[in-house]
């Protein structure tokens, strides 16, 4: 019998090589641990929330709120041991905040989406989505009832209108409204930090689809808790609340927490807990994750995270200012990549991992991102911004930048040759 110790089968030969194999790309995948006393320019918690002590003290006294003979675990599936009162009333409310009629909790956004596309389209339909989308959405439409999936260029709405009206020209059912076609898209795009067009794409659905049947997937994942007022994405900001069948709206990012939620209209929903595996067949979400997504929903709709956005965007503000002071004339030795409003910036230049290592040399986590989570050609370092972040902070995190393109500028062809 093969035993894990047993390091010699032919199996682990295989894994080692295609590791090693990883390695010679440096693509090699690796767990770090925190660096104690290191600032994070890194993690999605924008808000600060995980660390914020009026957050922690709220949670804390939901927790002893907890009456003694009241389950901490779930105990099981939602669809078995794992359902309360308690989550169903958080689903009301999460839904009377997000101005959906239904609201579904996932264990988190991976299992969210993966269960949305995985579950909602039908044999006969049509999946349009951005060729950016995350991969839980793919891991979702590969496992989809549908084989008909295009991806349409990147936020661009003439791309999505060229690839819908091809559709309508070619197929008479998507025409008269017979197949449904599903848009997926993000609000707020991971490694970029770009906001989606929504408005102009929902314009292009429905000049084409004017029977009714386009509907929308939006991932708000990196929106929630920093986009729109008290942090309710960007759908709501923009009203097209009405006008979306499906958002998802995460908790492990801004919100410091863990989960996800499908707001959706009830048919949906319970659609959703027939056939989504990835509700059905787990532990469903227990009472510390519950009420730490309460919690925060209450900070949300009371407006005491307010301040904490706005300290957010003034010092996304000022980075944004103080990037690109320091931008070199030659664009391919570093570009930065930022759009407004973003707490995601992204340091496009031919060599992330050094700038990475010069960063955190000093102290400031920030993260190389390669391919395969970016295209080839693409590499940048990814500098999160959150609402704990000083302007000190910021200071000292531009000037190490600064100092590194200079030297790199001295050593540009060399750079230019050794890529990565
Ligand atoms: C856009 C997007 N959607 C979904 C997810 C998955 O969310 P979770 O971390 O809650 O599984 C992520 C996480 O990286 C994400 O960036």
Redesign the pocket.
């Known amino acids: 019998m093969t035993t894990s110790s047993n390091k010699h089968t032919p199996l682990h030969l295989t894994l080692r090589q295609t590791l090693q194999q990883r390695a010679r790309n440096q693509t090699l995948r690796t767990l770090t641990l925190p660096t104690p006393n290191s600032i994070d320019f890194s993690s ?1 918690d924008f808000l600060s929330l995980s660390t914020n002590p009026l957050y922690r003290a709220r949670y804390l006294r939901h927790l002893q709120a907890l009456p003694a003979t009241h389950p901490l675990a779930s105990g099981g599936s939602r669809l078995l041991d794992g359902n309360s009162q308690y989550t169903e009333q958080l689903e009301h409310f999460l839904a009377a905040f997000h101005h959906s009629p239904a609201a579904l909790l996932f264990n ?6 993966w269960g949305v596309l995985s579950t909602l389209p039908q044999p006969d339909d049509l999946v349009l989505y951005d060729e950016a ?2 991969a ?2 793919h891991e979702g439409m590969r496992r989809s009832r549908t084989s008909r999936l295009l991806a349409f260029r990147h936020s661009c709405p003439a791309a999505l209108e060229a690839v819908l009206r091809r559709q309508v020209e070619l197929d008479p059912r998507v025409r008269n409204g017979e197949r449904n076609v599903f848009v997926v898209v ?1 609000s707020v ?2 490694m970029d930090g770009d906001v989606a067009p929504l408005q102009a794409f929902v314009e292009v659905v429905e000049r084409w689809l004017p029977a009714g049947n386009g509907y929308w997937i939006v ?1 708000e ?2 929106a929630t808790g920093v986009v729109g007022p008290r942090g309710v994405g960007v759908v709501q900001e923009l009203g097209l609340e009405g006008r979306m069948f499906v958002r ?1 709206h ?4 801004a919100l410091g927490g ?3 939620v499908v707001l959706c209209d009830p048919d949906t929903r319970e659609y959703l807990i027939n056939y989504a595996r990835s509700l059905i067949y787990t532990t469903a979400l227990g009472f510390p994750f519950l009420a730490a997504i309460r919690t925060v929903y209450e900070m949300l709709e009371g407006g005491e995270t307010v301040e904490l956005q706005d300290t957010l965007h003034h010092r996304i503000r000022y980075l944004r200012e103080r990037l690109t002071a320091i931008q070199p004339a030659d664009p391919t030795l570093f570009a930065l990549h930022h759009h407004p409003g973003s707490p995601i910036f992204s340091l496009r230049c031919p060599l992330p991992r050094r700038l990475a290592a010069a960063c955190q040399a000093k102290g400031y986590v920030v993260r190389p991102i390669l391919p395969p989570t970016v295209p080839a050609g693409q590499e940048r370092v990814r500098v999160c911004l959150h609402a704990g972040n000083t302007e000190e902070e910021i200071d000292g995190l531009v000037e190490v930048i600064s100092e590194w393109l200079a030297e790199m500028q001295e050593v540009q062809p060399v750079a230019k040759v050794a890529r990565l």
């Not at 988190?108 to 989406?113: I, K, M, P, T």
């Open positions: 999605n988190s956004g991976f299992d969210a989406n989308i995350h839980s959405a993000e795009y991971s991932d994942a990196h998802v995460t908790f492990g990012k863990h989960g996800a």
